[in-house]
């Protein structure tokens, strides 16, 4: 019988590694994962092989992708409190991770999971190390890898702690939109994320950055993802328009909060200046082609289903959303 192909996977604890893992087994993939520590992913009655290291550890990087037949990079680090810790994990460890594959697995596939923020890099200092993070994964890669980078957009679903700031900010008395033009942002549930990572595993065109959106690829503005939460949570949007350089004001407060805690925050200045970003929206020529991935859930049941796991969490009443 022949062995289910190896996929070597990094990032597997965080929240879209955990749908990626669910995903990748259901098709019959064969795991091995970089793990930190302690920290274990759920694995169920999973066939997984763990190697102990971090992204600094080039032994470790070499025996995780050793005879895999494709290797996912999901991780990377979202809020630091400088720019130097976001190159740090999202530029060098991505580079020495390429570097392995090129020593110990270069016929690998390479599946390089990165931002749609990567398109402007010169929004913020994560924005930026997402860039920096792609182009030197593919440099060090060398010029005969087989490699494919994708740019989600906003992902949600359960199981996003981050996410949960949505929450917090439609139950708020009244709920900031920047003033228009209004901002476009392309949204995609994480399940179809892990669907389109696990299609580009072994098909689809090599050596190519495409973005991930879900059926509505231009995007939705901001008013209109807090309608539709608002009316499943059955509570009234009270929408105040705010100059951007309110925005930017309450980033560069955050920032100085972060400084004098000495906790990186997932909001500052460079995230301000993303949310004022006017394109986030994206197209159908940016997409994997339809043979190898189309996403399937729409906004509307994505929403639900993570309107679902707030309940599971008891922050919205079982008996509240329609």
Same mark, same amino acid.
């Given at each position: 019988m022949m062995k289910a192909p190896l996929v070597a996977v990094t990032g597997a604890t965080g929240f879209l590694g955990r749908h990626v893992l669910d995903t990748l087994a259901g098709k019959g993939?064969? !795991?091995? +994962? $970089?793990?930190?520590?302690? @920290?274990?992913?759920? !694995?169920?009655?999973? #066939? @997984?092989? +763990? @190697?102990?290291g971090d992204l600094a550890d080039e032994?470790? $990087?070499q025996r995780l992708v050793r005879g895999a037949t494709a290797v996912v990079h999901l991780a990377g680090l979202i809020k630091a409190k400088r720019r130097a810790d976001f190159l740090a994990v999202n530029r060098d460890? #991505?580079?020495? +991770? /390429?570097?392995?594959?090129? /020593?110990?697995?270069?016929?690998?596939?390479? @599946? $390089?999971?990165s931002s749609l923020s990567a398109r402007e890099p010169h929004l913020s200092d994560y924005a930026g190390s997402k860039q920096a993070g792609e182009a030197a994964a593919i440099a060090a890669l060398g010029e005969k890898a087989d490699w494919v980078v994708l740019r989600p957009g906003v992902i949600y679903g359960p199981g996003d702690r981050e996410g949960l700031a949505l929450r917090r900010l439609v139950s708020a008395p009244f709920i900031p939109v920047p003033r228009a033009p209004e901002p476009r942002i392309s949204f995609v549930h994480a399940r179809d994320v892990a669907a389109a990572i696990a299609g580009v595993c072994l098909a689809g065109p090599s050596n190519a950055v495409f973005e991930v959106a879900d059926e509505r690829s231009g995007g939705y503005g901001w008013r209109e993802i807090?309608?539709?939460l608002c009316e499943m949570l059955r509570c009234e949007p009270r929408f105040v328009p705010v100059p951007d350089s309110m925005f930017l004001a309450s980033g560069a407060m955050a920032d100085a909060w972060s400084s004098i805690t000495g906790r990186p925050s997932l909001f500052g200045r460079g995230k301000a200046r993303e949310i004022l970003h006017r394109d986030w929206g994206s197209s159908a020529e940016r997409q994997l082609p339809s043979l190898v991935w189309v996403p399937g859930i729409p906004l509307q049941a994505g929403l639900q289903d993570m309107l679902g796991w707030w309940t599971s969490l008891g922050l919205v009443n079982a008996a509240a959303p329609a």
């Open positions: 993939w064969r !795991l091995r +994962l $970089l793990i930190r520590g302690d @920290v274990l992913p759920r !694995l169920a009655t999973r #066939s @997984v092989e +763990l @190697v102990r032994d470790a $990087l460890g #991505s580079a020495r +991770l /390429a570097a392995a594959i090129a /020593a110990a697995a270069p016929g690998a596939r390479c @599946v $390089l999971i807090m309608r539709r």
